[in-house]
């Protein structure tokens, strides 16, 4: 099953360098993520490992084949969904699955019986013959997606698959990719969804101006930024902020109805909170010790200057 | 086993361009109409051997249909993001190009062979050397296929941008090529620049096939024709190569 292997990738455009001694390697069946923020070189990387592009320096290794030697069995092996429209819109999703099946060398037989199985597993068998032009952005999505698996790879590269989609169509894609993820493909996701890539990711990158900045599962991510604790609150009745300034040294921020004070020392917060409460006789509606998000994590190790 | 997936890579691109872009408007508006209207406009109430320039016209319908979906298939699949996903299958450039030619010669090859029929049957047009007519028939083909994805190569995603290219290259040609004029009425600087247009070598070469007086050696059309198409085709790699980000 599909290994993934990336060493010291660089890629340069004129003066750019968009991709900056980049290696890392995805196991087994593993589900890892790319994650960055605009123009941070994830796409790059993603195209690189795709053979879309060409490195200036590195190796690619494809399920143990050397993607620059061999590019022809090591594409055989990967399935790609791009990050814009990537399906022809003029051909109906059969003709779609079919006309990608045949660049796979799939039998008539396989590339049949395999497309109706993915459109059926997409709620869009019914839609088969229809071209895609008459799809909602959600649908064309999902034939998208299922042309990157119609040849059922051991590796799998999806590139914002499900930026902009309605709640339906995202959940029918997760769910497919987590299934075949399951069934020992392994899946490396670029995603600006951070809530996502903590659900579904094993391990998680963080790229920024073409450099890896960490690597890590999204818990030990949140765990070595521990120390950003914070304690939210809400009150049964709209405060104003300065209440609490004396609560903590640290920012105070407004989610909604509840105030989240950002401290080194929660127990400490916590009795100055109450101090308030009593103060001006509040009721508390809600309060927790909060620990970094992933989110959280990223804003941090991505901030300055761009 | 690469060979095998090579292989397969031209064909299935050959047959999702036969699948989808010839049935275009502007491919059968640029490729088809467009030359026979300029033919009629040449010909109609002037009193002109068609005979002598039914070779011509061949060569000119052959060209025009040929090269007129080649400049577009690279910027449409860039402008639909399918380009760069072409890119992730079991393709090389090389291989997708090559399909896109060989696309570009089966259109060619079906147009120009109709006109070819009607000719016969309308004109009486009889062949003086077949077997050549069939030779410049398919390296014309070879030859003018490539030109258009030459064309389509240092495009970006705007289709009307290299329809704009396209015009600028392919109009001017059929005025320096013995078309309109015979090549042996072309004398001077207008001889060196019909000389240096391989359209010229095709409408020579079908002269010789169908028994008009010829100026070029059928052999020397050919190897001409030949060496022209594997110009753009190397062009059209080392271009494609050069702006393969452009547009994606």
Same mark, same amino acid.
Request: no cysteine; net charge neutral; aromatic share 8%.
């Given at each position: 099953m599909g290994e993934i292997e990336a060493v010291g990738l660089v890629k340069r455009f004129g003066d750019i360098t968009a991709v900056d001694d980049v290696s890392f390697s995805v196991g087994e069946t593993?589900?890892?993520?790319?994650?960055?923020? &605009?123009?941070?070189?994830?796409?790059?990387?993603?195209?690189?490992?795709?053979?879309?592009?060409?490195?200036?320096?590195? *190796?690619?290794?494809? @399920?143990?084949? @050397?993607? $620059? +030697? #061999?590019?022809? *069995?090591? =594409?055989?092996?990967?399935? +790609?969904?791009?990050?814009?429209?990537?399906? !022809?819109? #003029?051909?109906? +999703?059969?003709? &779609?699955?079919?006309?990608?099946?045949? !660049?796979?060398?799939?039998?008539? #037989?396989?590339?049949?019986?395999?497309? =109706? +199985?993915?459109?059926?597993?997409?709620? $869009?068998?019914?839609?088969? &013959? @229809?071209? $895609?032009? =008459?799809?909602? =952005?959600?649908m064309r999505q999902r034939v998208s997606v299922a042309c990157a698996l119609i040849h059922e790879p051991p590796v799998l590269f999806l590139d914002e698959p499900t930026e902009g989609l309605d709640v339906q169509s995202r959940r029918i894609i997760v769910d497919l990719v987590k299934q075949m993820n399951r069934k020992g493909t392994s899946v490396i996701l670029t995603t600006h969804n951070i809530d996502e890539a903590s659900r579904l990711c094993e391990r998680v990158c963080i790229i920024n101006h073409g450099k890896i900045i960490a690597i890590s599962s999204p818990e030990q991510l949140r765990m070595a930024y521990e120390k950003n604790l914070a304690v939210e609150v809400s009150f049964n009745k709209k405060i104003d902020r300065c209440l609490l300034e004396e609560c903590t040294p640290g920012e105070i921020e407004e989610w909604g109805d509840k105030f989240r004070l950002l401290t080194a020392d929660p127990d400490k917060t916590i009795q100055k909170i109450m101090e308030v409460r009593k103060e001006h006789d509040l009721k508390i509606v809600s309060i927790q010790t909060v620990g970094p998000s992933l989110e959280d994590v990223f804003v941090k190790l991505t901030e300055g200057p761009r | 086993m690469r060979a095998r997936i090579a292989l397969r890579s031209v064909f299935v691109t050959t047959r999702k361009d036969i699948k989808i872009y010839y049935k275009k408007a502007p491919v059968w508006i640029f490729g088809l109409l467009l030359p026979l209207f300029l033919f009629l406009a040449f010909f109609i109430g002037r009193d002109l051997d068609t005979r002598q320039y039914f070779p011509g016209f061949l060569a000119m319908s052959l060209f025009f249909t040929a090269s007129s979906v080649g400049p577009l298939i690279i910027p449409w699949e860039k402008q639909a993001g399918t380009f760069e996903r072409l890119l992730s299958y079991p393709v090389s450039l090389s291989t997708m190009v090559i399909g896109d030619i060989l696309a570009g010669v089966a259109f060619g090859t079906v147009i120009s062979l109709i006109v070819a029929v009607i000719g016969a049957a309308f004109l009486a047009i009889g062949v003086a050397d077949a077997m050549m007519l069939f030779v410049f028939f398919a390296v014309g083909n070879l030859c003018f296929a490539a030109l258009g994805t030459l064309l389509s190569a240092s495009s970006g995603r705007v289709p009307s941008n290299t329809m704009m290219l396209s015009a600028l290259v392919r109009f001017p040609l059929i005025f320096i090529s013995g078309v309109f004029v015979p090549l042996g009425s072309i004398h001077g600087a207008g001889a060196y620049l019909a000389y240096a247009s391989p359209l010229t070598y095709l409408v020579d070469g079908f002269d010789h096939s169908l028994g008009v007086d010829s100026f070029v050696p059928a052999s020397i059309g050919i190897l001409v024709l030949v060496l022209y198409s594997l110009l753009f085709f190397g062009l059209t790699i080392v271009l494609l190569r050069r702006n393969l980000m452009k547009g994606l």
């Open positions: 593993e589900f890892f993520g790319l994650l960055g923020p &605009n123009g941070a070189g994830k796409t790059t990387t993603i195209r690189l490992m795709t053979g879309i592009l060409k490195p200036d320096a590195g *190796d690619i290794r494809i @399920d143990g084949i @050397d993607l $620059l +030697a #061999d590019p022809f *069995d090591a =594409k055989m092996r990967l399935g +790609a969904v791009p990050e814009v429209g990537n399906i !022809y819109t #003029d051909l109906s +999703a059969m003709e &779609n699955l079919d006309l990608v099946g045949r !660049y796979y060398g799939l039998s008539k #037989d396989e590339r049949r019986q395999r497309s =109706k +199985a993915l459109l059926e597993t997409l709620s $869009l068998w019914d839609r088969r &013959n @229809d071209p $895609l032009r =008459k799809y909602s =952005k959600g | -």
